[in-house]
């Protein structure tokens, strides 16, 4: 059995191949407002990628072995940080962006120096703690605009002759933030965290006899994740311009973690982007059953969970190994009976 070297032609053209497939994707995407004409479309093009910047976040956290229930928690700090920043203290969207994205980081790390103590059902429950007191305190809190939210909060400001005030604008600028951000994380999963990451993912016990320090790592991870949501929640507070406590809560935590999954888990960039753009997609075509969209939202959870579990990418992955696996069984079993009938 001959093995294929790393420099392989069979490598370099997979590598060759997708590389053109990121390229042309991208290309789509910058050539999309001038491609499409519907303002709806251009709308969710722009909340997907809001999402897939949230799912990024989500699977960041499981690259290290930790599932949290209150990954809406940063996007809600890094939202209502900025939009008090700009209504209350009249600063610019520019200067918010960097400001709020550093006060969730600061959040986070006093929270992950607490949360990240220890791993598994306890980390769960005290992330989705988190979640619904950002949601509370967003809520009971006057200053922050109480239960009915935070109104006209301002857009960006122009940049040259171009103005915030279409759709477009806001397209480029999230789209400009979600490059960037995936190639950060791309440089952090290539690098040595990315291995040590993957490392703790598949055995805890193990790394730490390496002289992993879990802990630290882990924080590490949970104040990247957190910084991630803080730059979409910012973003999403001067693009709705108006947010109200109860986007930030539970629910919209399970949909981040369900961009992750149904893309695919073993895919930190590209599984999230597939499953934030399906479930960003696919929930507005069920507009006129929106009561009972959460319940078509949960059978479609198990139903990947059960059928599913490697996500869309991961199914797709495996599907050769199914087949040829199938198309083996059924050789023997031919063998078999060809040999019988002759004994």
């Not at 303002?39 to 969710?44: G, K, P, S």
């Not at 976040?57 to 939009?83: E, K, N, W």
């Not at 400001?99 to 059902?121: E, H, P, Y």
Request: glycine share 10%.
């Amino acid at each position: 059995m001959v093995k294929h070297s790393i420099n392989s032609p069979t490598i370099n053209g997979k590598k060759a191949a997708i590389y053109a497939l990121i390229c042309a994707v991208l290309l789509v995407l910058i050539l999309l407002p001038f491609l499409v004409k519907s303002r709806y479309l251009i709308h969710l093009a722009i909340m997907s990628c809001i999402n897939i910047i949230l799912g990024l976040s989500f699977s960041l956290l499981f690259s290290t072995g930790l599932i949290t229930l209150g990954a809406a928690a940063p996007f809600g700090i890094g939202a209502y940080a900025s939009a008090t920043l700009a209504t209350k203290f009249a600063i610019p969207f520019w200067i918010t962006l960097p400001f709020s994205t550093a006060i969730t980081g600061l959040v986070a790390v006093a929270l992950g120096c607490v949360f990240c103590r220890t791993a598994g059902a306890t980390f769960v429950i005290l992330t989705m703690l988190s979640g619904l007191v950002v949601a509370q305190v967003a809520g009971q809190i006057e200053f922050f605009g109480g239960w009915g939210g935070m109104i006209n909060i301002p857009r960006p400001g122009p940049i040259g002759s171009m103005e915030f005030v279409g759709k477009e604008p806001y397209y480029y600028l999230i789209l400009i933030l979600l490059i960037l951000i995936a190639l950060v994380l791309h440089a952090l999963y290539t690098s040595r965290y990315g291995r040590v990451w993957k490392a703790i993912k598949l055995s805890p016990h193990l790394a730490e006899t390496l002289g992993i320090n879990l802990y630290r790592y882990r924080v590490l991870a949970y104040v990247i994740a957190a910084l991630i949501s803080g730059i979409a929640g910012c973003f999403y507070a001067h693009y709705a311009r108006t947010i109200l406590p109860d986007t930030f809560g539970g629910w919209t935590s399970i949909l981040i973690q369900l961009y992750a999954v149904l893309g695919g888990l073993e895919f930190p960039i590209f599984g999230p982007a597939i499953g934030a753009v399906i479930m960003t997609f696919v929930p507005e075509m069920l507009r006129l059953a929106k009561e009972i969209e959460p319940i078509i939202t949960g059978v479609l959870l198990l139903i990947i969970i059960l059928f599913f579990p490697g996500g869309l990418l991961g199914t797709i992955k495996r599907l050769p190994q199914l087949v040829s696996g199938k198309t083996q069984t059924r050789q023997t079993q031919d063998g078999a009976s060809v040999n019988s009938k002759h004994t």
